[in-house]
């Protein structure tokens, strides 16, 4: 039987939709450029994105310093590091040069001793299956995919992969979905599974699940393998090299999820000198749990102090040194995709469905370009956003936004007329539609500038992007109607002509490097060239992860990447 409550809650998302896209978007085309869009999801993401960029642009960064003492200890042959607290009232922070030069001044000479030993047990609990979003930002910082190219590995693996023996199997459940839920055959299944490949003491009792906080729509139950006796391994011959590693994320935090949690021996210090005060913590994994599966990649790795056996009230304490540090606040960090699919998430906007589409659209409409993981606003981006500020207001307002993703959620459930929903929504936003039409002035966003020659009319050409990317075009446009295909520079010259190494691309898509005097010079390498040259013979040498390879016949020299060139590149 059909739930018309559902197809309501459909047809009210989809016109609301449309109203937004079909009288916002031609207004930007007259207004700004052709080929721009406005959506119900695309341009709070885009707000969201600006916003951040606002704020890091107008952050000013403030001084503070850190303070660290070494002390000796009987019987230990590297010093205890203890880090700078505060006094017997509170915690102190050391915000200049001379309060620091304060409290080393109040230290001289100052005796120490351990005032308070505390001893504890820490759990850390497993984490819970995977959700679309989640997904997608773990996928994103794990194996650096973006959220559309996660998508798409994940639909193949859900519709079906050619096993040896079996046919076409789908791997893994449903990929759009906001449920932690997990069916009791599977929970039957992992429970099996972990008890005769890890032993009974990693079998989780009652598996956790995400509280409901906020309106979840539960139709398809969490992403996890269909099987999970189809392990990584065992699929390794069948799969793609990317929708191995996809599927071996999945697969170990499904496993991992229906794990006991792992469990940390932990130990406090508290060290006094005149009435300051010092502190050491530390912890050590007695048992791994589920992280003899999986860890995840921001884990809180305790990389300082090791634990110290035997430490308590009477151990004695030998003054080494002090190490002191300046810092500076940092600004809040640039979005990344996986940053953004959280921060609407937690806002509610959007639904799991349209969290990759949407990035994906304010990036193929050049809105936002990604450089190294990080989200920038272009200037085209700055005016849409400013734009729709201006005259739609609620439209960008995230709060707007989220409540009409809740009246939409109340469509759903019934309570509220879907044709309510969209007759009190249309009249606001046809009168902002048609006062931004009297009113916004038009702005002209120029075309990057090219120091290729137009070979008809000798113009200067213009960078213009097309659905296939970018290409050169003359700016005397309709008189002079040239085009060329635009080769992105890389700084490096050919090793067999000399002239500049570009980027191009294949028929199917596929990036690599060849020379700008194609075809008469027949030079092309998949890796990307290096500007440093082959330390051996001198010759061009290619980027393969963090390793510098010689191409030259015969020589075959492998270097480390310096460190800048790596950074630049994460």
């Not at 859900?158 to 046919?167: F, N, P, Q, W």
């Not at 960090?333 to 469905?353: K, M, N, Q, W």
């Not at 307002?397 to 509220?416: I, M, P, R, W, Y």
């Not at 440093?532 to 016949?553: A, Q, R, Y």
């Amino acid at each position: 039987e059909i739930n018309m409550d559902l197809v309501d809650a459909q047809q009210a998302r989809r016109c609301l939709d449309r109203m937004v896209g079909y009288r916002i978007s031609p207004l930007l085309w007259g207004k700004v450029k052709r080929g721009l869009s406005a959506g119900r999801v695309q341009s709070v993401a885009l707000r969201i994105i600006c916003d951040r960029e606002e704020e890091i642009n107008a952050f000013i960064p403030e001084e503070y310093w850190s303070l660290e003492a070494d002390f000796r200890i009987p019987g230990e042959k590297k010093p205890l590091c203890a880090k700078f607290y505060g006094d017997e009232k509170g915690k102190i922070p050391i915000a200049s040069k001379e309060a620091m030069d304060r409290i080393l001044e109040d230290l001289e000479g100052a005796k120490y001793k351990i005032l308070d030993v505390k001893r504890g047990v820490r759990m850390k609990k497993a984490p819970i299956p995977f959700t679309t979003s989640t997904l997608q930002q773990e996928a994103s910082k794990v194996l650096n995919f973006s959220t559309q190219k996660t998508m798409r590995l994940a639909q193949q693996l859900y519709e079906g992969i050619d096993l040896k023996g079996s046919g076409t199997v789908g791997v893994i459940t449903y990929l759009r979905t906001d449920s932690t839920r997990v069916s009791e055959e599977a929970e039957e299944g992992a429970k099996a599974y972990i008890l005769e490949h890890y032993g009974e003491e990693y079998v989780a009792g009652k598996s956790g699940e995400k509280k409901k906080d906020k309106k979840i729509q539960d139709a398809h139950e969490a992403i996890r393998p269909t099987d999970i006796s189809r392990t990584p391994a065992a699929l390794k011959e069948s799969l793609s090299r990317d929708q191995f590693r996809l599927y071996q994320l999945i697969w170990k935090r499904f496993t991992a999820s229906r794990m006991m949690p792992a469990k940390y021996e932990t130990i406090s210090v508290k060290i006094g000198g005149n009435q300051y005060r010092f502190t050491v913590a530390a912890s050590k994994i007695v048992f791994d749990g589920f992280m003899s599966v999986y860890t995840e990649t921001d884990e809180d790795i305790d990389k300082g102090t090791r634990m110290i056996k035997g430490i308590d009230e009477n151990t004695p304490l030998d003054f080494q040194e002090f190490h002191t540090k300046q810092h500076f606040t940092q600004p809040p960090a640039h979005y990344t995709e996986a940053a953004l699919v959280r921060t609407l998430e937690e806002l509610g906007i959007g639904r799991p469905s349209t969290y990759a589409p949407t990035i994906t659209t304010i990036l193929a409409r050049r809105y936002v370009v990604k450089e190294n993981k990080n989200l920038y606003v272009t200037e085209l981006g700055e005016v849409v956003n400013h734009m729709m500020k201006e005259a739609f207001p609620s439209i960008v307002d995230v709060n707007f936004t989220a409540n009409l993703e809740s009246l939409l959620d109340k469509v759903e459930e019934g309570s509220v007329n879907w044709k309510t929903v969209v007759s009190n929504f249309y009249p606001d936003l046809n009168e902002a539609v048609n006062q931004a039409e009297k009113e916004l002035e038009e702005v002209k966003i120029e075309d990057e500038v090219s120091d290729v020659i137009c070979d008809q009319c000798g113009r200067n050409m213009v960078i213009k992007y097309g659905p296939h990317g970018r290409f050169l075009a003359c700016p005397g446009f309709p008189d002079c109607r040239n085009t060329k295909p635009y080769l992105e520079k890389i700084g490096v010259f050919c090793p067999k002509c000399g002239k500049e190494i570009v980027l191009r691309k294949t028929k199917k898509g596929r990036k690599y490097y060849g020379c700008e005097d194609n075809p008469d010079c027949d030079f092309m390498s998949w890796q990307k060239p290096s500007t440093e040259k082959c330390p051996n013979c001198g010759g061009l040498m290619v980027e393969k992860g963090n390793k510098l390879v010689c191409i030259s016949d015969g020589c075959g020299t492998i270097v480390n990447k310096k460190k800048e060139e790596i950074s630049v590149l994460q």
